[in-house]
């Protein structure tokens, strides 16, 4: 069955052809500055990279072209052959658990959530709009990133706030990265061939979160009613004592929207460092002895540290720590402090391993004798998300 994972962004639409159950690509590629000048697109079919100038004025443009270059390519020869377009969709709010077919009910729900993320679900809609119009025959499936942590008990999931705000405003904790969280934990069960068993999933990516799973269930994650909870990341703080917030606008005069930017386009990594919210350039300036740069690390590392030291209690002991996404795949360097301080749990960090998974490998990086092993599992949210529509369609 030919089932296409779709991740529509406001400027940007990325998409992957699957061949399912097989989880075989037949062709991926992103169509970029849609709206803006300049527009392009990129495809990569059978180990080639081809870019192509394009005028993109909006999703249906892309997706019209896309569904063009699937026969171009022969990926199909009638788009009827694609029967299930999986989209990811940020914010399902508390009504979806699982991936779910896309109804009218569902586009009004996904709707009145823009309020909760306003970046991301009205361009999310955009592209499942061009999709229903261009491949009308195939099923549209709604794959959210909130859904994974929907397992979680209202003991975690609430703020201690009036729970007037939890009932009339849907103040409560939400989770992001689902799709991830749920794609590597299952990884991790697949590899200790155990479905019943405790993992820490570490998502370090320029945004980050942490999740506790049990039994292929999410117990607790780090982010929050917003991506800004949480562990330190690229540009945003994570957790702060909110009473920073009002006093900031006292003192600068900034308005609330300003100070919002700031906390999360200009904080974090970024804004410790002064450098940049990407871990290759903080890296590089640490080996120059950048006070800041080790500085802005050692933020990070005791976030992460914290979240995976509380998640060990809350979950009664752990069988695996996974690390994935940008940083967690690629940076030996900060998963080597991050184990360094579970030393006291007898996790232990082998170096040669540690050192050669990077760049797409997937493997252990502790001694056989640490008391909990440590993998590195690339994230592959688009097969998560073929998958789920492959077995909702099927
Ligand atoms: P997001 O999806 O949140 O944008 P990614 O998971 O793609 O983030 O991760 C991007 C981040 O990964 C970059 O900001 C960069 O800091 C980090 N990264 C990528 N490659 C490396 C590397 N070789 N060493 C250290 N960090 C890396």
Wanted: one cysteine or more; proline letters at 3%; glycine letters at 8%.
């Amino acid at each position: 069955m030919k089932i296409l994972s779709v991740n529509a962004g406001s400027s940007s639409l990325k998409f992957q052809a699957y061949e399912m159950p097989e989880e075989k690509v037949l062709m991926k590629g992103v169509f970029e500055r849609i709206g803006i000048d300049n527009s392009f697109y990129t495809i990569k079919i059978n180990g080639e990279k081809i870019k192509k100038e394009a005028t993109l004025r909006n999703h249906e443009d892309a997706v019209r072209i896309l569904a063009q270059e699937l026969i171009n390519y022969n990926v199909v020869k009638d788009l009827n052959e694609i029967e299930g377009v999986g989209h990811r969709i940020v914010h399902g709010g508390d009504k979806y658990a699982n991936s779910v077919i896309i109804d009218d009910d569902v586009l009004k729900t996904v709707e009145e959530l823009s309020d909760l993320a306003p970046l991301h679900n009205p361009a999310n809609l955009v592209g499942i709009r061009a999709f229903m119009k261009e491949i009308p025959n195939a099923k549209q499936v709604g794959c959210f990133d909130t859904a994974f942590h929907q397992t979680i008990d209202e003991e975690r999931y609430l703020y201690a706030v009036p729970y007037e705000w939890y009932e009339k405003y849907g103040i409560r904790k939400y989770g992001f990265h689902g799709m991830s969280h749920k794609y590597v934990s299952n990884r991790v069960r697949e590899i200790l061939d155990e479905k019943y068993c405790n993992i820490i999933v570490c998502h370090l990516g320029n945004g980050g979160s942490i999740s506790a799973v049990r039994d292929g269930k999410c117990v607790d994650t780090t982010m929050g009613f917003t991506p800004n909870a949480g562990i330190v990341m690229g540009s945003r703080s994570g957790d702060i004592d909110y009473s920073i917030i009002p006093y900031m606008m006292k003192k600068t005069g900034k308005s609330i929207e300003e100070i919002d930017t700031i906390l999360n386009k200009q904080s974090g990594m970024l804004g410790i460092s002064g450098i940049s919210s990407d871990f290759r350039d903080i890296e590089a300036k640490i080996s120059e002895k950048d006070q800041k740069a080790i500085m802005a690390h050692y933020l990070f590392v005791n976030s992460v540290v914290s979240y995976i030291a509380k998640y060990y209690v809350e979950l009664g002991g752990v069988d695996a720590i996974a690390f994935t996404a940008g940083v967690g795949e690629n940076s030996p360097h900060v998963r080597n402090m991050v184990i360094k301080r579970l030393a006291c749990l007898g996790v232990k960090l082998d170096k040669e391993k540690n050192e050669e998974m990077r760049f797409g490998k997937e493997g252990i990086i502790t001694k056989e004798s640490s008391s909990i092993p440590c993998y590195v599992i690339p994230t592959d949210e688009e097969v998560m998300i073929a998958k789920d529509t492959y077995n909702i369609v099927k």
